[in-house]
């Protein structure tokens, strides 16, 4: 069994430098696109539907639906709204 290295033994440094740097420019340009992919994907708040009875409610009423009905929790303070 022969014994198989990334870079030869019998390139210049130049010349493994360069693929080195080959390498990791494919590498980072694999993780970009990997990371946006995972953040596209991974944004759930969108898929959430909330029926209203009535139009005409207050800030806190509406928040109060908006925990009733998802499995979300919304923290504010009385004072702000």
């Known amino acids: 069994m022969k014994i198989k290295f990334l870079i030869s033994p019998f390139h210049s440094e130049k010349d493994a430098f360069k693929h080195l740097l080959r390498i990791m420019k ?3 340009i694999f993780l970009f ?3 946006f992919q995972l953040a596209a994907n991974s944004t759930k708040a969108q898929d959430a539907v909330i029926e209203l009875q009535n139009s005409q ?3 806190g ?3 109060n639906e908006i925990e009733k009905q998802t499995d979300y929790l919304v923290v504010y303070s ?3 709204l």
């Open 26 to 28: 494919v590498a980072l």
């Open 33 to 35: 696109i990997v990371s």
């Open 57 to 59: 409610i207050t800030v």
């Open 61 to 63: 009423q509406l928040i």
């Open 78 to 80: 009385n004072r702000e």
